[in-house]
Every structure is written in C-alpha cells, then in structure tokens.
C-alpha cells in the first residue's frame, strides 16, 4: 500500500485480495457515505461492490444482480445500501428521480459509472479507480479526510490481523457503542472458534470540563488498552470469565480477545431473565468478596494502577443532571443557588460514603456486558466484558448498575430478589455490614442515575443520538426508587422543588 496525502494506492493480485477489499470497505462506510467506482469494464467494480454487499449482510450467498438495466438496485442492510450502474444513464439529472438523495441521506450509495453523472454527485464523496496492472489490479482511492481516516483505519486492523496469524481472515461488524470502540468478529478461512477484535483509538480529550480537564480524565476513564488487559487479567487470575488477550497494539489501539459467547441475559423480547441476573449477583457477591491489587502489571515497561472512583468523578458525574437534564426538563437551566444547594448536598452525601466497603469496580455490570455461559458453573457462567473503566470505590456501585439496569426495566420484584441474593451471599462470606451497605446502594443508585438522566439529554442534544432518550422513564423510576433511603432525602427534596417530576 502507498499513500498520499488523501490517496491510497493498493495493488489487488487478484480476485480474493479484490473481494477482501470489499469486505474492509464494509467496516469503513457510514450513512452520508458515496462510494464512486470506476473503471474500465472487466475492471472489478462489481466483483469488489458484490463483496462489500455480501460483508454488509453478513451472507456470503446474497444475490447481488447487476443493476445495469435497473440502474439502482437497494439493499436494507445494517445500513441500508443503494447500488447504482449509471452506465445506461441517459442524462446525468435523472439520478435525482432515481431517488440518489434521498438514499444518501438515509445509507449508503455505490456508484459505478459515475462519470456519467459527475455533475450530480457529491463533492464529499470516496472515489475508487480501478486499472488492470498484470495479473492482478491496482485501485486508487481518494476521499475527503474524514471518510479516508476510517478507510486507513480499518486497513490498518487489517494489517494488524495479516500480521498475528489471521492472514485473510473474514471481517464481520459485531458492535458499537456509544464510545469510540467497534468490535468485530474475526473468522479463519480454514475454519475455527471466532475471535473478537476490538478497535479502540485513543480517545480524543475533548474541552476542559473542570479545574481545565476534559470529561474522560476527570471521570478516570481509560485512555488506551492497557486498563482492560490489566482487569481482564486479573479477573482471569481469580477465576471469572474475562476474555484471554491473544494479541495487542497498545499505540495503535487494537486487541484480538477471545469469544465469550453470544448469549446475553435478555430473552427474544427484551426482558431480563431472572436466573441469570442472579447469577450475576452471584458473581458479584463473589468478586466484592476478594482482594484485588490496586497496581497490575500489564507489560514488562507497563503497571496499570486502578483509579479511585473519588469525590471529584462522583461529583461530576452527577453534575450531568443539572447541566443538562434539568434545562431539557422545564426549559431553563439551573440558577446559582439551585447549583450550590446540589453540589452541596453531593458532598454530604459522599460524605456518608467514607466507611461504606470498597473494592474493585467493574463500573457498566449490565446487559450490554454479560455473556452468558449455560455450560460453564459457578462464577463463570457470567462472561464479563467492557470493565476498561474499573475502579476502586463502594462495591455497591456495581449492583446498582446491575439490579437498576439502565437499558432493561428489571421489575420490583425481580429488583428486590436481585438485592436479597446480594445481602444473603455476602452475609454467608461473614463480617459484611447490611445497614451500611444498604446506605451506600441508595447513595451509588441515586449518583449513577442522575448522571444517566443527564447524559441520555447529551446524547441527544450534543451527540445527535435520540435513541437513548428511550431509557429515561426507566431512569427516572430507578432514582425514585434509591430516593426511598432516608439518606436520599435531602437530594429528593430538591429534585422536587427543581421540578423534576420521578415516576
């Protein structure tokens, strides 16, 4: 591969190296995305478009005609793709009635031919040239520098594969989330068990949020892939399931981890399913149970040292639902006096939180992280994923994130269940203080869902990402139910007189 500036130059040997292409660009394309391919014909315009279709359905057999007479034909995929062949185009303004805008708008555009609509394709789009060279193809590809940074990236994850043992492994899109990680799933083409990739770019720090840090320093959130190989070590070391690190790039942030399975602890419709929740509070109850070392050793050069989950995380984390829930809830922000009375009720409340048990947290113990393992016992039926972020702090912060799970409605009575499980497991281990812990709970419930309330409004309004807006009755409904602690009834107070109406 050559490159220059915003030009990659790469030399296909042949018509697997073409169709691998394909697969790459399916990992790199997002919605707004027009992929122009040219070439003369016999070129592997189709052949490279047919494999990207066939990644992006994850279906090697999908029936991918030609759309020489059709001119487009659409696709509803993960992102739904629109394939064009504008070599029978008789004018270059009947794309707009081929409906190009509105595709594009909505998913992906391939686009063979598109000289012959130069005119009426976007600027910003990817173009992709074509040429016989020997035996094989040589493909030139241009792009604005936002598309072509993904198109490096996911050649890179590439190159990092080619180079640890899966040389022309298969790439299927697994998973985003709401950070900068993806994950793939990674095939041999000579078979055997899947592995996960993970790709995890350093994160950006963003604009200073307090004392002149961003958000991801003073929340103590990982930087790199050094935090999760350190826990999932450890974790290892006392007998959990934690995915095995096969191999790591810790400049470039990729990590080839081992699959745990793809059952999770929903059933088809959504809903939580007891037996495994409580599994998970098994596992917890067990890992709230051991001592584990504030500084791991992940390299020869490199000792992870565990964050505290201190007052300043606590506190800025909570502050997400006065700066941005509250304005969303009634239409103007909070005033000064509203803003001290909070912060100041946070600081008497992390107060109480000075003799409340401490240890290690997995910080996201909820569905989206737990892998269920039916043939496996014990502790180790609960697959345990994306702990990146573990602290130190009160123990009772990850069974709020369990019991009140943030994207699944878990049921008072389930809810209450999960707890007494807790409470009867962790008194059988001997020297486990209920009445302190129960305090801490409802201090960890109401701190962690106030920073939900307030980040679901982010995700909206700054991030452009309405979906997560879905999640906040359930939110809501949580926080009231931590608000029934007689420690909560100051912050309960003042939700009320700051109108914030709970359910």
Not at 108 to 117: G, K, S
Not at 379 to 386: A, E, F, Q, W
């Amino acid at each position: 591969m050559t490159a220059s500036g915003s030009s990659i130059s790469l030399f296909l040997a042949d018509d697997t190296a073409t169709a691998q292409l394909g697969e790459d660009l399916a990992l790199a394309l997002k919605i707004g995305d027009c992929l122009a391919l040219s070439g003369d014909l016999g070129a592997g315009k189709s052949s490279l478009a047919r494999a990207l279709l066939r990644s992006m359905a994850d279906d090697a057999e999908l029936d991918v005609p030609s759309p020489t007479f059709t001119l487009v034909q659409s696709y509803e995929l993960r992102i739904p793709v629109s394939h064009f062949d504008l070599y029978r185009l008789g004018d270059p303004s009947e794309l707009t009635e081929l409906g190009f805008d509105e595709a594009v708008q909505a998913g992906i555009c391939l686009v063979e031919w598109p000289e012959m609509a130069e005119g009426e394709l976007p600027k910003e789009r990817i173009d992709l040239k074509l040429t016989h060279e020997g035996d094989g193809r040589r493909v030139a590809i241009t792009a604005p520098a936002k598309q072509m940074a993904r198109i490096e990236r996911v050649l890179a994850l590439r190159a990092f594969l080619d180079s640890h043992g899966y040389r022309g492994a298969q790439r299927r899109f697994l998973t985003g989330d709401a950070s900068l990680r993806a994950y793939e799933s990674i095939y041999r083409r000579d078979g055997g068990d899947r592995v996960i990739l993970m790709d995890w770019p350093r994160l950006p720090e963003g604009p200073p949020v307090l004392d002149g840090k961003p958000y991801p320093k003073v929340a103590h959130l990982a930087w790199d892939a050094y935090p999760f190989v350190a826990i999932a070590n450890i974790l290892r070391e006392n007998g959990f399931a934690a995915p095995e690190i096969f191999a790591a790039d810790y400049d470039q942030g990729i990590l080839l981890i081992e699959d745990l399975g793809a059952d999770g602890v929903l059933d088809g419709e959504g809903k939580p399913i007891a037996e495994r929740y409580r599994a998970g509070v098994a596992c917890l109850a067990h890992l709230h149970g051991l001592s584990i070392p504030r500084d791991i050793p992940v390299t020869p050069d490199h000792v992870h040292h565990i964050p505290d989950f201190d007052r300043t995380a606590m506190k800025m984390e909570a502050r997400l639902l006065l700066d941005w829930h509250l304005p969303w809830k009634r239409g103007t922000p909070a005033s000064d006096e509203e803003r001290g009375d909070y912060l100041a009720i946070w600081d008497k409340l992390i107060d109480q939180l000075d003799d409340a048990e401490k240890n290690l947290l997995l910080r996201d113990m909820h569905s989206p992280n737990i892998i269920w393992r039916a043939q496996e016992k014990g502790i180790k039926r609960i697959g345990l994923i994306d702990f990146q972020d573990a602290m130190i702090g009160p123990t009772s912060y990850d069974i709020a994130s369990l019991v009140q799970d943030a994207r699944v409605t878990i049921e008072r009575d389930l809810h209450d269940q999960l707890l007494a499980d807790y409470l009867a497991l962790r008194h059988a281990q001997g020297g486990f203080d209920e009445a302190k812990f129960l305090r801490s709970w409802a201090i960890m419930s109401a701190q962690r869902n106030c920073k939900l309330a307030g980040l679901w409004v982010r995700l909206l309004q700054r991030d452009g990402k309405p979906g997560y807006l879905k999640h906040m009755p359930r939110t809501l409904a949580y926080l009231a139910i931590a608000f029934e602690h007689e420690a909560l009834a100051p912050l309960r107070e003042w939700c009320e007189k700051a109108g914030i109406g709970l359910i």
